[in-house]
């Protein structure tokens, strides 16, 4: 990139919006790679992932905050919803994505908790899914009548319909500033938390809704030699009934799980990668702060 201009932008940007609306979705999209990962369970998205877009006037660093979470009220939960609190506040504008066509208590709640002091945009996401666009201007009426929006984007994530206007929208928010981060960055997560998240994801897609929600993956060991990448990777379950479910039948689910996570990896890393993953019971560590800490969900 050449010198930054004047009148260069940066700023934080947060996703909200409750379960399964399209968050991780519509942040890959902006940032155009995959750093978050998406899968049909809802709850899959524990961590505060930053996505980093990077372009000549501007630099977009996105927020992305875990799906609300009431019907299960552990420490987990509590943990989740203080930091989608803090992330709010601290950014410069807020995406309140809803699906289209649909609002309800869940939208409600998540809507109830957005400050006022930060523009919000109301992103209507899989409006693909809407057959007569006629419907979606009553529907974004609606919503609109509930709170005071900066703006509101009819889009499709999964389409790509509408990404541009919606970039265009939020760059109007963000303040002039000159970049945070280099111009290639697109995390500032590290490896080993995004080797967890790919282990996570293929436990989710293989398993689907057979596993509770409450399992997680650690990373014990990553270690680089050169280019080669070795990582020792744990899946904590709760029960033994679930450790056998991830399993799978003389080993055949886990040896898929890890497949798939290794090809991924080689794929996001750019290099060979040795991957040993086992699956531990470890009961109740979703109710347990100490423990959650220790696991980084601070
Ligand atoms: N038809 C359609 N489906 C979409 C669109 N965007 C996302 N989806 C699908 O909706 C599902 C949930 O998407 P995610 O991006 O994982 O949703 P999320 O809000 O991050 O979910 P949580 O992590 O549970 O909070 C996936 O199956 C996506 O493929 C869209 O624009 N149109």
């Known amino acids: 990139m050449n010198a930054t ?24 999209v902006l940032i155009g790679a995959k750093v978050s990962i998406t899968s049909r ?22 927020v992305d ?8 009220a ?17 950014s410069d504008a807020i995406l309140f994505l809803v699906e289209a066509g649909t609002f309800g208590p869940a939208d409600q709640q998540v809507l109830d908790m957005l400050p006022k002091n930060v523009p919000v945009i109301l992103v209507i996401n899989k409006s ?5 666009k006629a419907v979606l201007m009553p529907f974004a009426q609606k919503i609109s009548a509930l709170f005071n929006f900066a703006a509101i984007v009819p889009v499709s994530a999964k389409l790509r319909f509408q990404v541009d206007a919606l970039e265009a929208e939020i760059k109007r928010h963000l303040p002039e500033n000159p970049p945070v981060f280099g111009p290639d960055d697109i995390t500032d997560r590290s490896e080993k938390f995004l080797a967890a998240e790919i282990v996570r994801e293929k436990v989710f897609r293989l398993l689907g809704d ?11 060991q990553f270690e ?10 744990a899946i904590l379950v709760e029960r033994s009934t679930h450790k056998s479910m991830i399993i799978g039948d003389k080993g055949a689910r886990l040896k898929e799980i890890s497949t798939q996570s290794r090809l991924d990896m080689e794929k996001l890393f750019g290099g060979p990668i040795y991957l040993e993953i086992w699956v531990k019971v470890k009961s109740g560590w979703a109710d347990n702060e100490a423990g959650l800490r220790a696991y980084g969900y601070e």
Do not use: W
């Not at 057979?210 to 014990?220: A, R």
């Open 74 to 90: 552990n420490a987990l939960n509590k943990t989740l919803n203080k930091t989608v609190s803090n992330t709010l506040t601290s």
């Open 210 to 220: 057979e596993l509770p929600y409450t399992s997680t993956v650690v990373i014990e």
């Open 128 to 132: 693909d899914r809407v057959k007569d």
């Open 65 to 72: 905050t875990p799906g609300f979470q009431t019907r299960h």
């Open 224 to 233: 680089q030699e050169g280019n080669l990448r070795r990582i020792f990777a």
């Open 5 to 28: 201009p004047d009148n260069f932008r940066c700023g934080y940007i947060a996703i909200v919006g409750r379960p399964n609306v399209g968050k991780s979705t519509l942040m890959n």
């Open 41 to 62: 369970k809802a709850q899959t998205t524990r961590h505060r992932i930053t996505g980093i877009q990077t372009r000549d006037d501007a630099q977009y660093i996105y």
